[in-house]
């Protein structure tokens, strides 16, 4: 038969590439044939190949992937076979180690396809007790060496614990296993020395995979365990701290760096998600327990203040309603005194929490807290003689602006546009910062509206000159969304009505020129998303005046029209799931 034929071409098979070819046949026949049948023959051909003591490491991995990518292939069988099955794939390990990323991973297939049936469930605790860890350790001694095949590893333990969570409970009167590899992770974490910080370590990130997947897979045992959760809250705290020297950080433009995740970062998505997992009440009070000690630590680094404000900004929102509304005042006592840290980086970490608190408290920083909030800002923006500092202040001012009223704004307007002005006009402005600057004058526009109409002649020199051809494309792209903005928000202002007639035809023949030029452009030009938008405002502006426009903009619409559009499928929503909204828009606000 065909089955029979394919087992025989892999015995007879000498070369690598043809033994894979034919195992991953085995696997997708396997995958058919046991919907209907139980394929014994391959059962005992697994086993009895796995067993020989003349088999190579290589036919052993194309065994093992068979297992892998089959697990259902042993629906079938008791547990006493089951254990047997997993006996020999563990003494696979210890003769054959070069094939433990393999056997882990058939481990986990097997133990996740099986982890449903409560009664052939438990014969998989070796797994997770003994098989991992003792493959882990293994691989931590030479890991310079091994660090793919251990990120690999932890991987399938990450994929372990979020689908079978009560395996890593542990019985009564014993250690819960996840103290353990909380540990495990915590050593992997910690043995990065300080310039390896900015690199997107593979063993690292999987470390913190399996803390993030372990909670949102079992929260409730984090619940229970106090140590777990001390253990787990004060290394991600440790990791959000995980920044390079300042010097170069300084003199780096942000829109340079490049796209690894940094350490630090990492640490900020996996509080995030472990905030989220757990909830407000239970992860509030560890969390901001340890953010206090460190930023009341008068002999912290730098970076324990860094910490702690990135690590408020992190958990804001899985911390927002069951904790930190009812100690927001205080909280920003403390924010409001690390705007004058001398650090730059405190400065920057303070403008991020600020702003992200702005966005996860909507409309009440900005109507119970605007003086300070504002001042705070405005007085580093003036203060600061750093850019990257500078940049992300004025970031955070979009964000306050945000779900701010014009009428909260108003008081303060002549002081923000007066500084961004400033700012922007010295000519040693970066172009990082300029875009960055041009963006809020922009937000302002909007949030302020008819009000706006006061600086338009102050501030419209200033938009004009971003649309220069010298300036980088992203300020050109900054000045062409900015002009759109605050021309839309002043058109019913009366009081600069020859300045704005005056303006308007010189913008649309701009933006003529470049929408004609975008056909020789790259397609990933930025402009051409920014145009879209900034027509789109031209013709809210305009009304039935934009029409001898519209064979400008039409071929660019066709063709948008007419391209393939890639849709991703979004996986099912439980009814209580809350809709989370995207955030990002790039260079213009804290994220």
Not at 26 to 39: H, K, N, P, R, T
Not at 48 to 58: L, R
Not at 391 to 411: G, T
Not at 547 to 573: D, Q
Request: proline content about 4%; hydrophobic content about 45%; glycine content about 6%.
């Amino acid at each position: 038969s065909c089955k029979m034929a394919l087992l025989e071409s892999f015995n007879r098979s000498n070369n690598r590439t043809v033994r894979n070819r034919i195992s991953d046949a085995i696997a997708q026949i396997a995958s058919l044939v046991c919907q209907y049948e139980e394929w014994r023959e391959l059962m005992e051909f697994l086993v009895v190949s796995m067993s020989s003591t003349s088999a190579s490491d290589d036919t052993i991995i194309a065994l093992l992937r068979i297992i892998t990518s089959t697990p259902d292939l042993f629906s079938n069988q008791d547990s006493s076979a089951l254990s047997a099955l997993l006996a020999v794939i563990n003494g696979v390990i210890n003769v054959h180690p070069a094939v433990a990323v393999e056997a882990v991973q058939a481990l986990s297939a097997l133990t996740i396809f099986f982890y449903p049936d409560e009664k052939r469930r438990n014969v998989f605790t070796l797994v997770i007790t003994q098989t991992v860890p003792s493959v882990v350790q293994m691989l931590s001694a030479t890991i310079d060496e091994k660090e793919d095949e251990l990120a690999q590893v932890l991987n399938c333990a990450a994929d372990l614990v979020f689908e079978c969570p009560r395996l890593f409970a542990g019985k009564k009167q014993e250690k819960n296993p996840l103290n353990e590899y909380v540990a495990m992770a915590s050593a992997l974490i910690r043995r990065l020395p300080e310039d390896k910080y900015e690199e997107e370590d593979k063993v690292a990130s999987a470390a913190l995979e399996f803390i993030c997947a372990a909670v949102e897979g079992n929260p409730a045992a984090f619940r229970r365990d106090r140590a777990l959760l001390e253990a787990s809250s004060v290394l991600l705290l440790q990791v959000t701290g995980m920044e390079s020297g300042t010097d170069e950080w300084l003199r780096t433009d942000p829109t340079d760096e490049d796209d690894n995740l940094s350490m630090s970062v990492l640490g900020q998505q996996s509080l995030d998600r472990f905030a989220l997992a757990l909830g407000g009440a239970v992860a509030g009070p560890i969390i901001f327990g340890h953010i206090g000690s460190l930023l009341n630590d008068s002999n912290g680094s730098w970076r324990s203040k860094y910490s702690a404000l990135m690590a408020i900004a992190s958990t804001a929102e899985g911390c927002a309603q069951d904790f930190l509304e009812d100690h927001l005042e205080g909280l920003l006592a403390i924010v409001w005194n690390c705007f004058i840290d001398p650090h730059p980086r405190v400065q920057y970490a303070s403008c991020h929490a600020l702003g992200q608190l702005c966005t996860d408290f909507p409309g009440r920083i900005q109507k119970e807290f605007a003086h300070k909030a504002l001042s705070a800002l405005l007085s580093l923006l003036q203060r600061s003689q750093d850019a990257r500092v500078q940049c992300h202040a004025s970031a955070a001012l979009v964000n306050f602006a945000e779900d701010c009223e014009p009428e909260i704004i108003a008081p303060f307007l002549d002081g923000i546009l007066s500084v961004l002005a400033g700012i922007l006009a010295t000519p040693s402005c970066p172009g990082y910062l300029k875009e960055q600057l041009i963006a809020t004058i922009g937000a302002y526009s909007g949030a302020a509206q008819s009000r706006f109409a006061g600086f338009f002649d102050r501030l419209l020199p200033l938009l004009v000159a971003g649309l220069d051809g010298s300036q980088t494309r992203k300020v050109q792209c900054r000045s062409v969304e900015a002009l759109s903005l605050v021309l839309l928000a002043v058109k019913d202002s009366e009081s600069i009505q020859g300045s704005f007639n005056s303006c308007l035809p010189g913008f649309l023949n701009h933006m003529t020129r470049l929408e004609e030029s975008l056909g020789s452009c790259p397609a990933d030009d930025p402009m051409r998303e920014f145009l879209a938008s900034a027509w789109l405002r031209m013709a809210q502006l305009m009304g039935n005046r934009f029409a001898p426009y519209l064979p400008v903009i039409l071929p660019s619409l066709i063709s948008t029209a007419g391209s393939k559009i890639n849709f991703t499928e979004l996986p099912e929503k439980d009814d209580g799931d809350e809709e989370v909204e995207n955030e990002y828009i790039p260079a213009a606000r804290v994220n």
